[in-house]
């Protein structure tokens, strides 16, 4: 285990350079595009009009679909074993969902231990993998093969680039609050977005299951 002054290391360098990457581009991505969507004025204004907009949000969405992808084939297992943990759902899982983790004031209950992720965030986690998939499966035909493809598809297409980004937007919105803002869990936001390292004590108790096998491992 590695321990700084009662910190253990929870996401390595190359892991936190990918979500800042992702982060910038998908705020960037709903920007211009909820401009494009709703015709906001003052958001084109920022990018210099609605054509740099435009651009913007293409040549964006190639950063968002490169990161990621060269991540995973720089870090294929370390991405293996992230799948696997999100993909985990044992009964401890099912009983973190009954309470929330405590999250939610009315819901009481005992909260059972839990993996590197909780419950929570292996749902989050499969969300965004999921989201992703259909922004590139929907947003390259609609740059690239806008003239090639059938109306109907491409209407299709818009619909569900649309529907996907509200969803998305919502979940990042509600993941950033619990990361970054709720007392209970805002400790984890430096672990990410800037040294890698999380409170041993806060990890011991969060994260119990993946703690102790970092601790049988040393
Ligand atoms: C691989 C990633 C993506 C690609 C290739 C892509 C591509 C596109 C394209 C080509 C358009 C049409 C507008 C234009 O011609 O410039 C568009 C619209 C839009 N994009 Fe994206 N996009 C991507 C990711 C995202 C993300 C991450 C969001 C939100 C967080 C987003 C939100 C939107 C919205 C709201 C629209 C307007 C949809 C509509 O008018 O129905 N896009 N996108």
Known sequence: ????????????????????????????????????????????????????????????????????AIYILLNFERFSKFIDTISSFTKDDFNWLKTMGGYVPFL???IP?????????????????????????????????????PAVFLNICYTIHFWDAIIMILAVAGHFFLAAIHPKSRVEFSSMMIDGYVDAEFSAHHNEKWFNKLQQSQ
């Open 1 to 68: 285990m590695s321990e700084i002054k009662g910190k253990v290391l929870k996401h390595d360098s190359q892991t936190r350079i990918m979500h800042w990457i992702h982060l910038i581009s998908f705020l960037l991505l709903g920007l211009t595009g909820i401009a494009f969507y709703w015709d906001i004025g003052i958001i084109y204004k920022i990018f210099g009009g609605p054509a740099n907009a435009s651009l913007v949000h293409r040549w964006t969405a190639v950063v968002f679909t490169a990161g990621p």
């Open 108 to 110: 009481k209950g005992d």
């Open 113 to 149: 231990p839990q993996d590197k992720y909780n419950a929570g965030q292996k749902m989050l986690g499969w969300l965004v993998i999921l989201g992703c998939i259909l922004f590139i499966l929907t947003g390259f035909p609609m740059w690239i093969w806008r003239h090639e493809v």
